[in-house]
């Protein structure tokens, strides 16, 4: 099977797997750091309390607590109860309540989950029409800013005295405002007689039919309406309006397109509703059963071109690397390729026009895809062949889809739209739905428009911090007469209002919005605004003196479309969705006369960037997105899917851009290289030793600052080098340095700065200049590494067929290491069925089988599986995963996970109990990525469980290896004997943290880069968070308020309220321990959710139970059935590539998937027969494209590493030679 | 050496071992009474803000356990009534006792909820669910004791880990027949009709005594 013998270091060429340029260069401080299994930090004690102190403190506090037990002082809980009883409510249950997130043009359609009163968790409402359930990880993650304790707490007026009878505001020495806290009254009579001509309201975007009604309501009294979006989408509406005609919005069904060409489109990542193009995707990339069907007959094929390397790219089959702005001309190309080859009346000239347009695009991008060794990458030859593929497709009867992404001009998606139209899609994968344009105004206009001392409205966003840099803000709001803000927090634009009205959370008031299909959708409270907020239809209700109840307004609308009645109404916010309100699809044609208009007319030449001339291309970021939630923890901590990289951003660059752009003493200080000739280092690397500013001594990240210069503006990050990034360009993550909150304040640069109305997406001739200092980021991307070893099992979908049983071929895995717990004759793999005697026994007895030796009493091993109870599972595909994130905020959420700080993720310490690996393969230019999701294995003879001292680790009859929290005393040693580190160990007390405090003084923003108030425990005196006083001392004379630090001043700055403790604590999930300092943590496979399932189902079977006859039938009815237990990942995973349930029930979707032939464990061979099992990712290359390799570059690693040969590849040639001769 | 170390040394390693073990034995054992659930607990008696009878309610006016605390069948807490619940009744029985002015002063006021001290309460770590025992055979008696013989309410078992896992262990004494669930002076043994019956095996009772049982 596997003709491998020892991993071997030696005699290593070609491709290799590696996850940075650091473990690809296997540079020996590397080797030191992989062999140290945790980075030196982690387990560094670093609390200022020393040994002779703790002895003081600790006698002291045994005095004490021998006062407080002696005094056997009770403390006495009260149990207050309602006054009357709420309808259909069970105190201990938790509601679920359909609603909700509104997103720019769209909404994400969610269920979530209300305890006692307090929405805890969202989820993605699987019976709305356009979803399965699925969300995305800013959804997941928007319940914590619910409870943002920086978030806007009050009414708040800048500050004016009364000098007769009017109000005159006050200014500080320097000019400006100072807000003061004023109550609502107070600041709304500033919104009267507003609702004429001279005022000008500037907003988001929003799907929401009751703001269009009272907008248009303000327009009849001469309001001026205005949106802004730093991030903006709508290029994709008005290109189709032009193709098609106005009053439409392309909608992508990506799951029936066979061949996707993206056109530097991120529709997997940072594209509007990206959650549901993964589900179309997943869809149409999901191969069922792999023993039946062949999946290069079935998988949909990406193809990829864009200058970031984005999350779509790293999933993408075929991936073409070009600078941003040069994208259209690969399009223009594609375009003509696509009419030369489906053949257009009358368009050779065009066609000539486009190729000329296009230039000569191998020689511009020499190096813009992965080749086999030296070869130089042929760029033309690439588009062509991808073309040939998507008419070949479209001449089949399949369907294909070509898309353009927000940050291409509307040239770009014409083309795309023309491509579509020529590959027969529009209609089937594209469909045009009518659409009303909102009307309103851009920024640009709002400048031009605003005369000397109008009065301005901004509901929402923060254009203070996110318009465009050239059109100055500040001298519009000078310029004002009354400024009234409407914000989440007191932000950059709040600072110069005269009159701060708090926004309320979506999950606190009433709305509407529309998802990306045009159904209906009810944004409904779970809780009253806590602050007493407001939403923006309330303060425009407000603004022109109609009823400003948001319940009124919202149901006014709702009966305007579907009609008057509770009934439908009550339907409504019970589905969450209207049904059958989708917009009608259109059925237009290509308008190419205008296109081809609008082509000649806007589609300007450009020049490739070049070595000093750079091309910065701005983006959403994953996290932050424009900005909106950057100071929300669980987002922040997330790691970038791409880069692995927390609470920062950066400024990205390709290698090449690295070393030669730069010159090679710049490269050498960029990398902070030790021996630049690297005599010692793999020459194929280019004499890259590979240390790009890696201190393996501590596994962190001392990066190089730079500043980047465009025209005159300029911005300073920390520089960061990412395989893949097209050579010469410089990727800038928008959203961060919003200097909002305490939590995320400080996290990473203001990119808007040198952002201008012309550079809204890409900048050309841009500079960098070494500042001199060095930053640290915290990069996840060396931590839990498992080297050289077939963690990722890949295949090419065409050699899929006469290899099924490749994953065998990998380690020395054998049979039993995947296929426990297997019964009946469809046992293990098909091929392997005349073998099955031989199979090793499992340690668990199987579920009525008493045949053979399984089951015997006399086996050696523990018998802990009870086979009476249900076996619990769980599948990841990594075909379907694309790596988006979403599982890993939905387990934050769920679980109670802590969020650390930046420093403590620097040193290794992250709390995710999901962490998502990415792996770099083959060329270091153009690299191939795989993504796979790792959380606790759930072994059956689980590595951890034998070396706990105190059982606080074990296993129960269904499988599940336990975390008992109360019992751990934190020796670590199960994390040290986990072969998987997904063991999380809480080094602080995480939870009881408190914000912004920095050396006992609350510094806004500082408060994730500061390690001293961690140390925030009884034993820690002195802390100004705690009052100074010790956790027994507070404890002791008040009991009931517990031991929360900072309660007792609850003030911030200013004298203002802080409900910090009171916010944070809301935010939990009541259904699982919140774990304190010293206690071990990782993946319970949501046992809450396991036992409450269990639960339910004794509860609705007991009085059944008793008349079955047969024990078997008993079983059977207390077992819960098959989908009712579903664990936050899966939920929440957009892909569907999560599966769990009781692998012994031979009718569950776990039995099934495991028997799968792409069905391996990680680290088999180890024989820990974990539970989670994965499937093997297949890739869909297309043989005639300059960058296909015959098998995935990870496999070719692996065999050259192994000395082993998966598919057979050096046999084939022998073969072949023989033949010859 | 002796001119250093008396005679009466030699018995001093003797002495200061048996003092050890018997100061040792004097913590272990007082530890082990004073500071146990059994000590700590049980017996526990506040005063509550309305002198509530469990007994009245139960024995004279023969109430189900349930009328009050009606979610105990469906969720893991087995609530404490709503003011509206007592005025069900008191609004005009003893509807001016002044006793029962806290009750009348929430049903007036939500916000003046009637101030119940909690007298039962297990740790934040252990999660105990309500309707799964109900459900299955266990009566409220079995934790909470006779509280319908209880004038004011009394903590009457001791709560601890063993408590729970005596029952884990070996549940078929401590079930009864569902309709007998609220009926805390039932018992088996005199039931000649359910006596012999084995509950165990009838509903398949599988009691976990596995961590993940009570912690998570």
Not at chain 1, 663 to 673: M, P, S, T, V
Not at chain 1, 730 to 750: I, N, P, Q
Not at chain 1, 991 to 1018: H, I, K, Q, T, Y
């Amino acid at each position: 099977m596997n003709d491998s013998t020892t991993p071997s270091n030696r005699n290593m060429t070609g491709p290799r797997h590696w996850r940075s340029l650091e473990h690809k260069a296997d540079s020996p401080e590397f080797r030191a750091f992989v062999e140290k299994e945790f980075p030196s930090g982690v387990d560094l004690i670093d609390d200022p309390v020393s040994r002779r102190n703790f002895m003081k403190i600790m006698s002291a506090s045994f005095a004490l607590a021998g006062l407080g037990v002696s005094g056997c002082r009770r403390p006495e809980h009260k149990i207050l109860p309602f006054s009357k009883m709420p309808e259909n409510y069970v105190h201990g249950t938790p509601q679920f309540f359909a609603t909700a997130m509104p997103t720019r043009g769209t909404a994400v359609p969610l269920v979530v989950k209300s305890y006692d009163g307090r929405p805890i968790k969202v989820e993605g409402n699987a019976e709305h029409p356009d979803s399965n359930g699925g969300t995305d990880q800013c959804a997941q993650a928007s319940v914590l800013s619910l409870y943002d304790p920086d978030r806007g707490l009050n009414f708040k007026r800048a500050e004016y005295s009364v000098r007769g009878n009017v109000e005159v505001t006050e200014f500080t020495e320097d000019g400006k405002k100072t807000l003061k806290v004023e109550p609502k009254s107070g600041v709304l009579k500033l919104l009267d007689g507003l609702a004429n001509g001279k005022t000008h309201v500037l907003m988001e975007q929003s799907s929401s039919p009751s703001r269009a009604r009272l907008v248009d309501g303000l327009k009849a009294n001469g309001v001026n309406f205005y949106e802004y979006e730093p991030v903006d989408f709508s290029v994709h509406a008005e290109a189709a309006g032009i193709a098609f005609g106005p009053g439409i919005e392309p909608y992508y069904k990506l799951d029936e397109a066979k061949a996707i060409l993206s056109l530097d489109c991120d529709f997997l990542g940072t594209e509007e509703s990206a959650f549901q193009h993964i589900r179309g995707f997943a869809e149409g990339r999901r191969v069922k059963d792999d023993t039946k069907e062949n999946p290069a007959d079935l998988m949909n094929r990406l193809y990829s071109v864009e200058g970031l390397l984005t999350l779509t790219g790293t999933n993408a089959d075929h991936r073409l690397r070009i600078p941003t702005g040069s994208v259209i001309r690969v399009a223009a190309l594609a375009l003509a390729e696509a009419l030369d080859r489906i053949g257009l009346d009358g368009a050779e000239d065009g066609i000539r026009q486009l190729k000329a347009f296009a230039g000569d695009l191998s020689k511009d991008f020499s190096n813009s895809h992965a080749t086999e060794g030296q070869a130089k990458a042929n760029t033309s030859k690439w588009v062509r062949q991808c073309v040939a593929d998507l008419v070949r497709f479209a001449k089949r009867g399949d369907k294909t889809l070509v898309m353009a992404g927000y940050r291409q001009p509307k040239e770009v998606h014409l083309a795309a739209m023309a491509m579509n139209a020529l590959l027969g899609n529009v209609g089937s994968t594209l469909l045009l739905r009518s659409a009303k344009p909102s009307g309103n105004g851009s920024i640009a206009d709002l400048i031009d428009q605003f005369k000397d001392g109008d009065n301005l409205v901004v509901l929402g966003g923060d254009p203070a911090y996110n318009a465009p840099a050239d059109l100055d803000w500040a001298k519009l709001v000078d310029r004002a007469g009354k400024v009234i803000r409407h914000g989440y927090y007191i932000d950059q634009t709040a600072q110069g209002a005269d009159a701060y009205i708090p926004a309320a959370h979506y999950l606190e008031s009433w709305g509407d919005a529309r998802t990306s299909d045009g159904t209906l959708v009810p944004v409904q409270p779970l809780i009253a605004p806590l602050f007493g907020g407001m939403t923006e239809l309330e303060v425009l209700a407000r603004l022109g003196g109609t009823e400003s109840d948001p319940y009124k307004i919202v149901r006014k609308t709702f009966e305007g479309i579907a009609g008057e009645g509770d009934t439908q109404w009550e339907k409504f916010l019970h589905d969450g969705f209207l049904a059958n309100s989708a917009s009608g699809v259109e059925s237009r044609e290509y308008d190419w006369d205008a296109a081809q208009a609008a082509w000649l007319d806007g589609a300007e030449p450009v020049k490739p960037p070049g070595k000093g001339d750079y091309e910065v291309t701005f983006y959403r970021d994953h996290s932050m997105d424009d900005g909106r939630w950057c100071n929300n923890g669980w987002l922040l901590e997330t790691p970038n899917p791409v880069t692995r990289i927390t609470w920062d951003n950066v400024l990205l660059v390709s290698l090449k851009t690295a070393i030669e752009q730069l010159g090679q003493a710049e490269a050498k200080r960029l990398l902070d290289f030790e021996k630049v000739d690297g005599s010692d280092y793999d020459k194929k690397l280019g004499g890259l030793p590979g240390r790009f500013g890696f201190h393996s001594e501590s596994g962190r990240f001392f990066q190089k600052k730079y500043k980047l210069t465009i025209g005159d503006k300029s911005v300073e990050g920390a520089i960061w080098l990412l395989p893949g990034m097209a050579d010469n360009t410089v990727g800038v993550a928008l959203g961060y340095g919003r200097g909002v909150g305490r939590v995320g304040g400080a996290a990473g640069f203001d990119a808007y700065q040198a952002r201008t109305t012309g550079t809204q997406h890409v900048a050309t001739g841009a500079k960098l200049k070494a500042t001199g200092e060095t930053y640290e980021i915290a990069c996840t991307q060396e931590q839990g590494i498992m080297d050289g070893r077939p963690v990722v099992r890949e295949c090419n979908a065409d050699d899929y067929a006469g290899h099924e049983d490749f994953v065998k071929h990998f380690d020395l895995d054998s049979v039993h290491h995947t296929t426990h717990l297997v019964k009946g004759d469809d046992r293990g793999y098909p091929w392997e069925k005349d073998i099955q005697d031989e199979m090793p026994a499992s340690p668990y007895m199987r579920k009525g089988d008493d045949k053979g030796s399984f089951g015997v009493d006399t086996m050696s091993g523990p018998k802990l599986m009870d086979v009476q109870l249900q076996q619990w599972g769980m599948v990841i595909d990594l075909t379907t995963c694309v790596g988006c994130n979403a599982c890993v905020v939905a387990c934050q959420s769920e679980n109670n996970i802590p969020i650390v700080g930046k420093h403590q993720v620097a040193i290794g310490r992250e709390m995710s109990w999901i962490n998502i690996h990415r792996y770099f393969s083959g060329d270091e230019h153009n690299p191939q990525v795989t993504y796979q999701g790792v959380a606790c294995q759930h072994c059956e003879d689980a590595p951890c469980e034998s070396v706990c001292p105190v059982n606080a680790t074990v296993h129960d009859e269904e499988g599940l290896n336990l975390m008992a929290y109360n019992r751990c005393v934190g020796t670590r040693y199960c994390s040290n004997n986990c072969p998987y580190k997904v063991r999380r160990f809480n080094y602080y007390d995480y939870n009881r943290r408190p914000m912004g405090v920095e050396d006992g003084e609350r510094a806004p923003g500082r408060f994730f880069n500061d390690d001293n108030d961690l140390n925030n425990s009884p034993l820690h005196p002195g802390n100004k968070s705690s009052n100074g006083e010790w956790e027994l001392i507070r404890w002791y004379k008040d009991p009931s308020r517990g031991s929360v630090p900072g309660l007792d001043d609850g003030k911030k700055d200013g004298g203002e309220f802080d409900p910090e403790w009171d916010l944070i604590k809301l935010s939990k999930n009541p259904d699982v321990s919140v774990r304190m300092r010293g206690v071990m943590e990782k993946c319970t496979y949501c046992v809450q959710r396991i036992q409450r399932a269990k639960i339910e189902q004794k509860a609705k079977v007991r009085d059944t139970v008793e008349a079955l006859d047969n024990p078997d039938d008993k079983i059977a009815a207390l077992d819960v059935p098959d989908g009712t237990i579903i664990p936050a990942c899966q939920q929440a995973c957009p892909a569907d590539g999560v599966s769990f349930g009781d692998v012994s029930d031979p009718n569950s979707e776990v039995y099934w998937l495991k028997r799968q032939n792409r069905n391996y464990s990680v680290l088999g061979y180890l024989d820990t027969r974990p539970r989670t099992t994965f499937l093997a990712k297949l890739r869909n290359p297309n043989a005639a494209m300059p960058d296909h390799f015959d098998i995935p570059n990870t496999v070719t690693e692996y065999n050259e590493k192994n000395h082993a040969d998966v598919f057979g590849t050096k046999e084939a040639k022998a073969d072949g030679k023989e033949a010859k001769q | 050496m002796s001119d250093v170390f008396p005679r009466w040394t030699n018995r001093l390693p003797g002495q200061i071992i048996f003092g050890i073990l018997l100061i040792g034995g004097a913590v272990t054992a007082g530890l082990t009474y004073y500071f146990t659930p059994k000590y700590t607990r049980v017996g526990y008696q506040p005063t509550q803000p309305v002198p509530f009878s469990h007994s009245i309610h139960v024995n004279q006016l023969g109430m189900d356990c349930r009328y009050c605390h009606d979610g105990v069948e469906e969720s893991w807490y087995s609530n404490v009534p709503a003011a509206e619940t007592c005025m069900n009744c008191h609004s005009a029985v003893r509807a001016s006792d002044p006793r029962l002015e806290p009750v009348r002063a929430s049903y007036k006021d939500e916000n003046k909820p009637v101030e119940w001290v909690q007298i039962h309460k297990l740790p934040d770590y252990a999660f105990f669910n309500h309707s799964v025992h109900v459900n299955r055979g266990v009566s409220c008696v079995e934790c909470h004791g006779r509280v319908d013989q209880m004038d004011e309410v009394r903590h009457e078992k001791h709560f601890s880990m063993t408590f729970c896992l005596d029952c884990h262990r070996d549940p078929e004494k401590r079930l009864r027949p569902l309709d007998k669930i609220t009926d805390l002076a039932y018992d088996r043994s005199l039931d000649p009709e359910n006596k012999d019956r084995n509950f165990v095996k009838e509903w398949h009772i599988k009691t976990s005594e596995n961590c993940s049982a009570c912690h998570r």
